[in-house]
C-alpha cells in the first residue's frame, strides 16, 4: 500500500472453522481483536463461522465456499479460495492457521505426523487430508514465521521440513493479552511494526 492512500489497513486471518470454542477458534478471535486495536480492518476467512462472535471481537465474516466432499482436496481447495480473495482484497496481513499460503505468520495448532508416530507407530499415508496441507505450507517456506504451541512441536517442524528455529515461535496464554494492553504498542502505524510487534509477544525458542 503506498503512503499516499486512504484506504485503511487490511488484516485477513484465514481459519476454515470459527464456530465452535476450539484453542485455534480462541487464537483466532483474540488475533482479531488485537489488528482491531490496531486500526486494522479485519476479515476472517473461514468456510463455517458464527458470524456474531467474530463480530463482537471487532472483525467480519468472510465465508468462503466449502468443497463438499471430505479428503485432501478440501484443504487445498480453502487455501485456493483464500489466495483468490487475497489477489482480490489485497490486504496488508494475511495470518494463516496451517490450512492456506502465507508470506506473513503461521499458526499450527497439531502436529499430526508427530502423533501417528507417537499413537500408533507408524507413518500417516500420503494422501492424509491435515497432513498434505501442513506438508504443502509447511514444506513450501513462504511464511516469515511459524508460530507452535510447544517445543516438541518446535523440534519437529525443524526436522521435517528444515525450518530454521529462529522462525519458529512459542505461544504463551498471555501473549496476546498482554500485547492489546500495551497501549504503545496499539499505535504501531504501519503493517511491518505491527506484525514486529506480534512477533515480540511470543519470545524466539532457544535452541
Known amino acids: 500500500m503506498s503512503a499516499g492512500s ?3 489497513r487490511r488484516a ?17 478471535l483474540a488475533q482479531a481483536k488485537l489488528l482491531n486495536d490496531l486500526g486494522f480492518d479485519v476479515s476472517l476467512l473461514v468456510e463455517r463461522g458464527n458470524a456474531g462472535v467474530v463480530t463482537d471481537h471487532g472483525a ?17 481447495w480453502f487455501n485456493r479460495r483464500v489466495q483468490s480473495w487475497c489477489r482480490r482484497n489485497r490486504p496488508d496481513v494475511l495470518l494463516s492457521h496451517g490450512d492456506c499460503e502465507t508470506a506473513d505468520t503461521l499458526y499450527l ?13 507408524r507413518e500417516l499415508p500420503a494422501q492424509h487430508e491435515v497432513a498434505s496441507i501442513h506438508d504443502h505450507v509447511l ?3 513462504k511464511f516469515r514465521q511459524v508460530v507452535v504451541n ?22 504463551s496464554r498471555s501473549a496476546i493479552r498482554d500485547t492489546i494492553l500495551s497501549s504503545s504498542m496499539c499505535s504501531a502505524p504501519v503493517p511491518t511494526e505491527c506484525l514486529r510487534v506480534m512477533r515480540l509477544a511470543w519470545p524466539r525458542m532457544k535452541s
Open 6 to 8: 486512504s484506504r485503511a
Open 12 to 28: 485477513a486471518i484465514a481459519i476454515r472453522q470459527v464456530e465452535k470454542s476450539t484453542g485455534a477458534s480462541r487464537v483466532a
Open 60 to 76: 467480519s465474516v468472510v465465508k468462503l465456499w466449502r468443497w463438499p466432499f471430505k479428503g485432501a482436496f478440501r484443504r487445498f
Open 109 to 121: 495448532h497439531n502436529c499430526v505426523h508427530l502423533a501417528e508416530q507417537y499413537i500408533r507407530g
Open 139 to 141: 514444506g513450501g517456506g
Open 150 to 171: 510447544s517445543r516438541l512441536m518446535g523440534n519437529e517442524l525443524s526436522h521435517r521440513y528444515g525450518i530454521a528455529m529462529a522462525s519458529i515461535l512459542p505461544r
